[in-house]
């Protein structure tokens, strides 16, 4: 039995996506600072904040790595190379970088600062990959989304053991070549390889013909409309070991912007194939693939497929279709256990009768909500509805803070 073992890598926004991908089982997360990475719409983290967040992850035994990897003009010099320095002393374990030049400056003047050289940076072959171990003493490098299986397994045996790949295995994909995209700069001024992509390639779009004015052609459209230029989203999960079999070393999910429930759910289903696949082996790693893509269904998600792994991605037609079947309705705030009262922070309505489940790091659990208080009176309601309002509900099983709570999502009901 294969028992190497692959680090499950989670993105975190803000400290709430930070708890929830410690307790989920990540094995180490990625977030940015408030400047120099590619998400500034996410919460981010400030210096202070930074020290924190590090020190919550290394608490739980969780590496924290940041993300620095817009692609910097001369003017941004001098303030990225204080920031990586900030990050270092705040103790991240290493710093996600594309840019060539900047790579080359932290190698210089920030050495014990590990760097990951980022999917931004398009390394597609082993002799690349080997001149940013070699030049700029890159410890890992962040796969060009558009290699297939054969091209990353073809590369980990042109590479020194030590230099590590990593690889994103669920999530959105940009429409353009790893993340180089120019669509968002042009259409809103917003630059994506500056952190502020207005993600235009998500919008609905149809085509005019020059001599008929005002006559809007559909491309190509399902239920939610017309989608021109979005990519599918990625679902590696029933693929991990054949990554594992390439030499993959770390499993990327994307997802800076998303919530701390949409981490949690994603994490918790990769946590779990992971352990079966290195504790069971890849028979009972296939046997419990389906239970878990369900699993994968309950957050909030586009139509996916393998991106380029096997061969060209599907086409994107109809990538604008979400799903979600279930709604993250709570937190569970304390201990309770089994037949107690557990109490919970209310995000979105639920009722008395409602079949919930408690999303823990063993899985789901599902139980009826046999009656609702509010903890700050006592009165016996049938439902709640302003977010953020404690009650008590009985709960059939032990739950744990940072345990959350998920309902029926009466939006596609």
């Known amino acids: 039995m294969n028992k ?5 890598l989670a993105p975190v926004g803000g400290m709430e996506q930070l708890r929830a991908a410690v307790r989920f089982g990540a094995n180490a997360v990625y977030g940015g600072m408030k400047s120099y990475g590619l998400r500034a719409f996410a919460g981010n983290f400030d210096a202070s904040q930074l020290r924190q967040a590090v020190r919550f992850a290394h608490a739980g035994g969780v590496q924290f790595y940041v993300t620095m990897n817009i692609l910097p003009v001369d003017a941004d010099m001098d303030g990225f190379l204080k920031a990586a320095r900030d990050a270092l002393d705040a103790g991240v374990d290493a710093a996600i970088v594309s840019d060539v030049g900047a790579a080359l400056m932290l190698h210089q003047e920030l050495p014990a600062l590990p760097l990951h050289i980022s999917t931004q940076a398009n390394v597609l072959n082993s002799r690349t990959a080997a001149h940013f171990h070699q030049a700029m003493g890159a410890q890992r490098i962040v796969l060009s989304r558009e290699l297939c299986m054969a091209d990353i397994a073809a590369m980990r045996r042109q590479l020194p053991q030590e230099l590590e790949l990593e690889a994103f295995v669920h999530g959105a994909m940009c429409v353009a070549y790893s993340g180089r995209c120019l669509l968002s700069s042009a259409l809103t001024g917003r630059s994506g390889n500056r952190g502020a992509c207005a993600q235009p390639c998500r919008w609905q779009y149809h085509l005019m013909e020059e001599k008929r004015s005002g006559e809007y052609l559909p491309v190509c459209e399902d239920d939610r409309g017309t989608y021109l230029y979005s990519a599918l989203d990625l679902c590696m999960l029933p693929h991990l070991h054949q990554l594992r079999d390439a030499g993959v070393s770390s499993l990327k999910i994307e997802g800076r912007m998303k919530t701390a429930y ?5 994490v918790s289903a990769y946590r779990r194939a992971l352990d079966i696949l290195e504790n069971e082996g890849d028979e009972a790693f296939l046997a419990a ?3 878990l893509m369900q699993e994968l269904q309950k957050a909030s998600h586009r139509k996916s497929n393998t991106g380029f792994y096997f061969g060209a991605p599907t086409p994107a037609a109809g990538a604008g279709g979400f799903s979600q ?6 937190d569970f705030i304390a201990p309770c256990e089994a037949g107690g009262e557990a109490l919970i922070r209310l995000k979105n309505r639920f009722y ?9 790091p063993e899985g789901s659990r599902p139980f009826t909500v046999t009656s609702m208080k509010l903890e700050q009176t006592g009165e016996s309601v ?9 009650i008590r509900v009985p709960v059939p099983m032990r739950v744990e803070e ?8 009466r939006n596609h009901q």
Not at 4 to 8: R, Y
């Open 289 to 291: 693939v389906p239970a």
């Open 325 to 330: 079947t279930m709604e993250y309705v709570g």
């Open 402 to 409: 940072g345990d959350l709570l998920r309902g029926p999502n």
């Open 382 to 390: 049938q439902t709640a509805s302003v977010a953020g309002t404690l």
């Open 352 to 360: 008395v009768g409602d079949t919930l489940e408690a999303l823990t």
């Open 262 to 266: 949409y981490v949690a759910t994603v």
């Open 4 to 8: 190497q073992k692959m680090e499950l």
